[in-house]
């Protein structure tokens, strides 16, 4: 009898015994070290009030206490008393929160705790992939977060042009993590085949845990634990989400059963439930009794597992139903419904199911972190910084999904522009130099931003980029139900409705007509052959077989026969309906057969290329970088760029090279109207960028006590090519080459500074510490920058004294 209930427990998928065997090995020093080093540094410690950092540190001297403390934990299953608290902080869900259930509760755990945490969540990571169906994506290695969005707004566009009547129910269970009913949990993992060592030693990480709110930063008293999971835990997400499973596989079976009717697509795949943590969304036909199903299922779960439906937070969606409809439908359920403007951009699947916007939307959410304080407090390099890392990183949601109007494109990239550039936005300003010189690369004359359009069009093409390397997950197979087992990819002809997939594929084919053709550098590389097709894959060369000889395919049977079926003939043609015969038949036949001669299959698995890695793996990074090498501006010489000086250093030297400072020659030449163009410190010549940092006489006289400082002979330059050619001419060794560049450009600042407040701010400053500045600044900046520590005696006397 105990016999018979254990195997009704039993899940389809479980861990095999070699797979229990490696979760339940001896611990090693090496993998108690790694933990550590995985560990975030400086994140808030818990009651322990150690941080990793200091672990890493003093590693050599407290390592191996570390390590005894750790596999005493695995030897004995249970840990001593106070190693297992935790701090827990709340963290605002909403503005202006007042109750608790409008916070978030993470745990700050201590750090023997998280390091055996650590220990247990990468050896489970190994195994989850084979225990967790593809309608998960949390967690899960090599599955994306942004799938469920993909499928939902796919699933939408399919619906609307067929006149399917579906809904789509969004899950909010109330307070998941916090939740979780122990035994419950231990019941999944004994389903699930994991060894009774391993279960104990999850259970030990639960079993007398205790933590104390943080208030205003002070503790409260400490409480005991009895159920749920601790956000903050490494092994928290990845215990959960099999749990979550065990919710995939008794809806299952309801839909094997046929109690509930999912959407079938062209009758090819049938959708009826997606999940990422604890975001569970359910699509199906739009029937009572579908409703009626999925609020069962889920009382019979919440009553096993602890996971309440939140029915105030859930939404209801209709497609192809009248609103009147959705709404008795979702008043009977408690629950609420999603209402889609005219202009959505699509729904997402996060904390809340709800439509992401127009790209109005996202226009006015980039704005909104702009303010002029910002503008105002923040030097260039400081704004360069906040722009590549915030400003671009804000609507790369939108970006990873969503194909962006060039007319969108052109409004973030003027925003950028003018908080580059410290404008405020209501100020009319003049730009000095062209903004599509600023996304260039480095090497390309630019300083790296990067367009708008170059990351928007590389995080797409990834999506093509999947369907070919990954073929057996849900997305690319949901791809190939709607569109063929090719995805349509590489066709001109316009599918028949919109949605994102075919603006994709759209996208694709622009990018081809302006001569940038990714799908050439995804080459497929033959290991046993099994899943390449001998005929309509590109695996020897750029051409496929079946266009390079349409006489011998003509001749094929089997026109999808694997390299690996073919190569195991004895001959090639015997798969022909017929032999080849003499003229150009037979000279294609031997040159196939001279194509495929020597080559020898191996045990590997066969795989795709990305071309433009050395890796050969695809990266949004490369493709990025082609399309902007493509089409931005390019410069003659790439960008100088020292990294022993701040960012607005190097951004003022840039300026200088483009002659793209407001000079009087470059004010008159916009027609602005100045008083004078003659320079402000000699007055003697038309100030433009080759006469106040090269030519000036005030200037040529801080540049002979530089040189001279240098100990290198004096010598005479006009501009800022004829200083490049005397840079390069110099024989120095390479760090000292790179402190003389750095001390001109620190230079060329100061000149630049002492300029401006001679003309805005003291009209009698005097040129005299000129020099003695730069000395000092350029000192200042490259000793804390440079891994070389540099004295100041020394430095102060000639740079040329310093030891290398």
């Known amino acids: 009898m105990l016999e018979s209930t254990q195997k009704s427990y039993e899940f389809p998928v479980r861990l095999t015994s070699d797979q229990v065997e490696d979760l339940e090995s001896e611990i090693s020093n090496e993998e108690v070290k790694a933990a550590v080093w995985d560990c975030g540094v400086n994140k808030s410690p818990g009651p322990d009030g150690y941080t990793f950092e200091f672990f890493r540190k003093y590693w050599t001297f407290i390592g191996n206490d570390i390590i005894q403390a750790v596999k005493a934990f695995f030897a004995n299953g249970c840990f001593p008393r106070g190693c297992n608290s935790s701090f827990i902080a709340l963290i605002p869900k909403i503005q202006d929160a007042k109750f608790v259930k409008d916070f978030r509760p993470i745990s700050l755990i201590g750090s023997t705790y998280k390091i055996i945490s650590k220990i247990l969540a990468n050896r489970l990571c190994l195994v989850l992939p084979d225990l967790i169906s593809d309608v998960q994506s949390a967690f899960v290695a090599n599955r994306q977060i942004l799938d469920g969005p993909f499928i939902l707004n796919e699933l939408m566009s399919w619906c609307k042009h067929t006149k399917f009547k579906g809904m789509i129910f969004k899950v909010d269970f109330e307070k998941a993590f916090d939740s979780v009913k122990w035994d419950y949990l231990d019941e999944t993992l004994k389903s699930f085949g994991f060894g009774l060592k391993w279960r104990n030693w999850i259970s030990g990480c639960l079993n007398n845990a205790k933590g104390s709110v943080l208030v205003n930063g002070n503790p409260t008293k400490e409480f005991q634990f009895f159920k749920g999971l601790k956000q903050g835990d490494p092994l928290s997400p990845f215990l959960f989400i099999l749990v979550m499973e065990t919710l995939h596989l008794s809806f299952k079976r309801i839909i094997n059963a046929g109690l509930y009717r999912g959407i079938s697509i062209n009758g090819s795949l049938t959708l009826s439930h997606l999940f990422y943590a604890d975001d569970v969304v359910f699509v199906g036909e739009w029937k009572d009794s579908n409703i009626h199903i999925l609020l069962n299922v889920l009382k019979c779960f919440f009553l096993a597992s602890g996971l309440k439906i939140n029915l105030q937070k859930s939404k209801l969606m209709g497609l192809g139903v009248s609103s009147n409809v959705v709404n008795s439908a979702a008043n009977l359920m408690g629950c609420s419904i999603l209402q889609l403007p005219f202009n959505y951009l699509g729904v997402k699947v996060g904390c809340n199911m709800s439509y992401i916007g127009s790209w109005d939307d996202v226009i006015s959410k980039v704005s909104s972190r702009l303010s002029k304080w910002k503008i105002k407090s923040l030097s260039i390099g400081g704004r360069l910084t906040l722009l590549k890392s915030v400003l671009t990183s804000i609507p790369l949601y939108h970006m990873s999904i969503f194909k962006v109007p060039m007319g ?397």
Not at 460 to 481: C, E, M, N, Q
Not at 524 to 545: E, M, R, Y
Not at 576 to 600: K, M, T, Y
């Open 408 to 804: 969108v494109l052109k409004k973030l990239e003027s925003i950028r522009r003018n908080f580059f550039n410290g404008h405020d936005g209501f100020a009319r300003k003049s730009s000095w130099f062209n903004w599509n010189k600023a996304l260039a690369s480095k090497k390309n004359g630019g300083i790296g931003v990067s367009s708008f359009f170059a990351i928007n069009r590389a995080l797409l093409f990834k999506w093509v980029w999947r369907f070919f390397s990954d073929g057996s997950s849900l997305w690319s197979t949901f791809i190939k139900a709607l569109f063929g087992f090719h995805g349509a990819i590489g066709l001109t002809v316009k599918p028949n409705r919109r949605s994102i997939w075919s603006d994709i594929l759209q996208a694709v084919n622009s990018l081809k007509d302006k001569g940038i053709d990714f799908l050439q550098f995804i080459r497929k590389k033959i290991g046993n052959g099994v899943n390449t097709s001998f005929w309509a894959d590109s695996w020897i060369g750029s051409i496929p077989f079946k266009e390079k000889f349409p006489r011998l395919y003509a001749l094929e049977e089997s026109k999808s026969i694997s390299v690996a079926d073919k190569l195991g003939l004895s001959s090639l043609y015997l798969s022909f309906r017929r032999p080849p015969r003499g003229g150009i038949e037979q000279e294609s036949f031997n040159l196939l057969c001279q194509s495929v001669r020597g080559l020898v299959l191996s045990n590997i698995e066969d795989r795709w290329s990305w071309s433009l890695e050395g890796s050969g793996l695809f990266s949004v990074k490369s493709s990025r970088a082609y399309i902007d090498d493509l089409l931005l501006p390019k410069a003659d010489a790439a960008t100088r760029w020292i990294r022993i000086l701040p960012i607005k250093i190097n951004v003022f030297a840039w300026k200088v090279c483009l002659d793209a400072l407001p000079t009087r020659c470059n004010m008159s030449l916009r027609g602005i109207d100045i008083p004078s163009i003659l320079c402000p410190l000699c007055n003697r010549a038309v100030e433009n960028s080759d006469h106040i940092f090269f030519s000036c006489s005030m200037v040529r006289k801080v540049w002979r006590r530089l040189l001279t400082w240098w100990e290198l002979d004096v010598s005479s330059f006009h501009s800022y090519n004829e200083w490049i050619s005397w840079l390069s001419s110099i024989r120095l060794p390479k760090l000292l080459k790179v402190f003389l560049e750095g001390s001109c450009y620190v230079m060329w600042w100061l000149v630049w500074k002492f300029r401006n407040r001679l003309l805005f701010s003291d009209p009698t400053s005097k040129p005299d510490s000129l020099f003695d500045d730069v000395v000092q600044m350029s000192f200042l900046w490259m000793n804390s920058r440079s891994k070389s520590r540099l004295n100041w005696i020394s430095w102060l006397k000639s740079p040329m004294c310093i030891s290398m």
